[in-house]
Structures are given as structure tokens and as C-alpha cells.
């Protein structure tokens, strides 16, 4: 309801918004990563991989509690890619995995990925009647 009315009233505006909403995610892995791979030099990738986990919740808490504000769903955007940017230098699988197994791992890391992306994608479209705060408690879960 919200981005209907949006669109009726600035339709060129909204085309900007949705560009962002669908790309700000990406923004953040870029310079997050670098800070991330020093992170981990001095608290260890184990410590790393928990923090990450923080600003995922938060995103989704975002979302949960203001679904229909443009800004809270770019700022739930923008900590989902933080959160994306400090698992991308990871590296405490190739730590502890034996060398025979690293490839298995990788590929299992990839399908669990986009399992989980499907996993959003039918949750959203299970919840998405009942509203976008649904979806985020029903994926927060």
C-alpha cells in the first residue's frame, strides 16, 4: 500500500528506490570485507563469524519493526551487506578442514546459500499477504 502510493506520487523517484533496494546490499561487501579479513588477523575468524551474525539479526529486526519505511528497509539492506562483508574474508573453514574435504565444503557452503535464498523466497511468498513484518519474523525464526 505504502509503495503504491509512492509510485502514483513520484514515479520517477521510486525507480531510484528500487535500485537501491535491490543493489544496496551489494554495496556494503566491497570495503566491509577488507575490515573484516584485518578483524579476523586479531580476533580470529571463529569470533568474526559469530559478530557477523549480529547485524543479520538486526536487518531482519528492521524490518520486523518499521515494514513499510523505505529507510529502515535500506538501513535492513545496508547491515545484511555488512554482515555479508565480514563472512567474505573468511577463512576458519580452510583452518580446520582437512585439504581432502575443503572442495566438499565449498560446495556445500554454495548450495546452502542458494537453499537459503529459495528458503526466503517461499517464506516471502507464504507470509507476504499478511505483510512484509511477517515475513521478517517468520525468516528471523
Known amino acids: 500500500e505504502h509503495f503504491r502510493q509512492l509510485q502514483t506520487e513520484h514515479l520517477s523517484?521510486?525507480?531510484?528506490?528500487?535500485?537501491?533496494?535491490?543493489?544496496?546490499e551489494?554495496?556494503?561487501?566491497?570495503?566491509?570485507?577488507?575490515?573484516?579479513?584485518?578483524?579476523?588477523?586479531?580476533?580470529?575468524p571463529k569470533k568474526i563469524l559469530i559478530a557477523a551474525g549480529i547485524?543479520?539479526?538486526?536487518?531482519?529486526?528492521?524490518?520486523?519493526?518499521?515494514?513499510?519505511?523505505?529507510?529502515?528497509?535500506?538501513?535492513?539492506?545496508?547491515?545484511?551487506?555488512?554482515?555479508?562483508?565480514l563472512l567474505t574474508g573468511n577463512v576458519y573453514m580452510?583452518?580446520?578442514?582437512?585439504?581432502k574435504y575443503i572442495a566438499s565444503f565449498q560446495s556445500i557452503e554454495a548450495a546452502s546459500r542458494s537453499m537459503g535464498a529459495i528458503l526466503i523466497f517461499a517464506l516471502t511468498m507464504m507470509f507476504y499477504q499478511f505483510g512484509f513484518r511477517y515475513v521478517a519474523i517468520a525468516a528471523s525464526i
Open 94 to 99: 580452510l583452518d580446520v578442514a582437512p585439504s
Open 26 to 44: 551489494d554495496y556494503c561487501p566491497i570495503f566491509v570485507a577488507v575490515f573484516g579479513g584485518i578483524l579476523q588477523q586479531v580476533f580470529g
Open 55 to 85: 547485524p543479520s539479526v538486526l536487518s531482519w529486526l528492521l524490518v520486523t519493526i518499521h515494514p513499510n519505511s523505505l529507510n529502515f528497509l535500506l538501513g535492513s539492506r545496508l547491515l545484511a551487506g555488512f554482515s555479508n562483508g
Open 13 to 24: 523517484d521510486l525507480s531510484i528506490y528500487e535500485t537501491l533496494l535491490g543493489t544496496f
